[in-house]
């Protein structure tokens, strides 16, 4: 069965840098584009990255950047999400989540069970 | 890049329907059949509900359905149960391989 396995959160203060990783398995991960989402406390979820199969296309919620950067291992069936500059207003639950087909249309359909990110003085 | 527009709330007694919206724009709902909801319970990651705007995936209650008119999406929960409590979250194709996610619904049973 698919599973996505976030790693790599915790408490960081203003202008460090933070790496998330995801582990993928259970389905062809080197096919499907990869997404991540992320969710400040008791707020909603916003959309954040996403990088194609192959990693070769990439894109960025306004807010991040020249800041974050998503890549992906296709060898080692690991997404990340390269975090620098960060700021307070980053705190949240990051989530990656898989695209429900071969075709990006950000449609999730499988999801990890996220990290949380703090960032704070 | 905004989010789409939901209610903040909605509710329903056991057995009876609620209609939650999601408004957009014609870059995102009104230009792509690529409008999804997903139900998110306290403390857990949110799960696909409807995909391609009115479609399914396997174990989702036909209870559970979608549409789209223009910029406007809508879920359809029908013969609401107690489990249906959850937060409700539309997103929709941004263009260019974006998403873009809506303020989110609180429903209440």
């Known amino acids: 069965q698919v599973e996505l396995v976030e790693s790599g959160g915790g408490v960081v203060q203003p202008g460090t840098s933070l790496r998330l990783s995801c582990a993928a398995s259970?389905?062809?991960?080197?096919?499907?584009?990869m997404h991540w989402v992320r969710q400040a406390p008791g707020k909603g979820l916003e959309w954040v990255a996403v990088?194609?199969?192959?990693?070769?296309?990439?894109y960025y919620v306004d807010s991040v950047k020249g800041r974050f950067t998503i890549s992906r291992d296709n060898s080692k069936n690991t997404l990340y999400l390269q975090m620098n500059s960060l700021r307070v207003e980053d705190t949240a639950v990051y989530y990656c989540?898989?695209?429900?087909?071969?075709?990006?249309?950000?449609?999730?359909?499988?999801w990890g069970q996220g990290t949380l990110v703090t960032v704070s003085s | 890049q905004s989010a789409l527009t939901q209610p903040p709330s909605a509710s329903g007694s056991p057995g009876q329907s609620v209609a939650i919206s999601c408004t957009g724009t014609s870059s995102d709902v009104g230009g792509y059949n690529y409008v999804s909801w997903y139900q998110q319970h306290p403390g857990k990651a949110p799960k696909l509900m409807i995909y391609?705007?009115?479609k399914r995936p396997s174990g989702v209650p036909d209870r559970f359905s979608g549409s789209k008119s223009g910029n406007t999406a809508s879920l359809t929960v029908s013969g609401l149960q107690a489990e249906d409590e959850a937060d409700y979250y539309c997103?929709?194709?941004?263009?260019?391989?974006?998403?873009?996610f809506g303020t989110g619904t609180k429903v209440t049973v």
């Open positions: 989540a898989k695209e429900r087909t071969v075709v990006v249309a950000a449609e999730f359909d499988y």
């Open positions: 391609e705007v009115s």
């Open positions: 259970g389905f062809s991960f080197s096919t499907h584009g």
């Open positions: 997103a929709s194709h941004a263009g260019s391989m974006k998403g873009v």
């Open positions: 990088t194609s199969y192959d990693g070769s296309n990439k």
